[in-house]
């Protein structure tokens, strides 16, 4: 089965700085991977996703991330962050062993964005 | 645009009792999936649903059972609670699961099991 592991538990930044959450995969022969965002109490949101194709996705919020394979990586990065990106962010993987696919999802990064 | 309908948002129940969450997809969506999410954790899936038949299973107790209707709504029902069962549960649905594609998550029902 594939994982994914995110080193960082929490990441404090300053607003207007830049930030970047770490994600890394399992390896694989195809990988499908996603980042979500969770605010407090709330469900999950789709930031981006890669499925295939271009390498740097761009989402949603000021949000990008760069597949790469050699380093088995799928960093979030945000050029400036605001107060209100303060939250929980999760990679996932897209995995299927039998029947549908589904997500397996990294331990979470909690950003928390200083004044 | 429609999104993933749960209810209830809150449920408190006692230890031994049984629960049952509801979801509705959105419309059209085939596939729906279930998670579990403890305190400070992140989401485990449980199960999920392809054009109402079981499709896959993860870590979900024999306790609990679930099921897709004619309608695409799925209900998780959950018997003998315990007190690790509290947490906040998902679920998420997306146009096809036999491909990978984005899930589309509800807000969630947070069970309080006292």
């Known amino acids: 089965a594939q994982s994914v592991t995110q080193l960082d538990s929490q990441v404090p930044v300053f607003e207007e700085a830049p930030v970047e959450l770490r994600c890394n995969y399992s390896s694989s022969v195809s990988v499908y991977l996603f980042w979500y965002v969770q605010y407090p109490n709330q469900g999950l949101q789709l930031l981006l996703k890669y499925l295939s194709g271009s390498t740097l996705v761009k989402g949603i919020n000021g949000f990008e991330a760069e597949f790469n394979k050699s380093q088995t990586s799928f960093h979030l990065r945000k050029p400036s962050v605001h107060i209100s990106d303060t939250a929980e962010y999760f990679c996932?993987?897209?995995?299927?062993?039998?029947?549908?696919?589904?997500?397996?999802f990294g331990t979470g990064t909690r950003l928390k964005v200083l004044a | 645009a429609a999104g993933v309908i749960q209810s209830p948002r809150h449920l408190i129940k006692e230890k031994r009792e049984t629960a049952t969450l509801k979801c509705y997809p959105i419309?059209?969506?085939?596939?729906v999936y279930w998670y579990q999410q403890g305190p400070g954790q992140d989401p485990q899936f449980l199960i999920s649903?392809?054009?109402?038949?079981?499709?896959d299973k993860g870590s979900i107790p024999d306790r609990f059972s679930a099921q897709q209707f004619s309608d695409y709504h799925s209900e998780l029902n959950m018997s003998s609670l315990e007190l690790g069962d509290s947490a906040l549960y998902f679920c998420a649905s997306s146009p096809t699961g036999v491909k990978p594609d984005t899930q589309y998550f509800g807000p969630g029902t947070r069970l309080t099991v006292l």
């Open positions: 419309p059209r969506h085939d596939t």
């Open positions: 649903f392809y054009e109402k038949m079981q499709s």
């Open positions: 996932a993987v897209s995995d299927r062993t039998s029947g549908t696919y589904k997500y397996i």
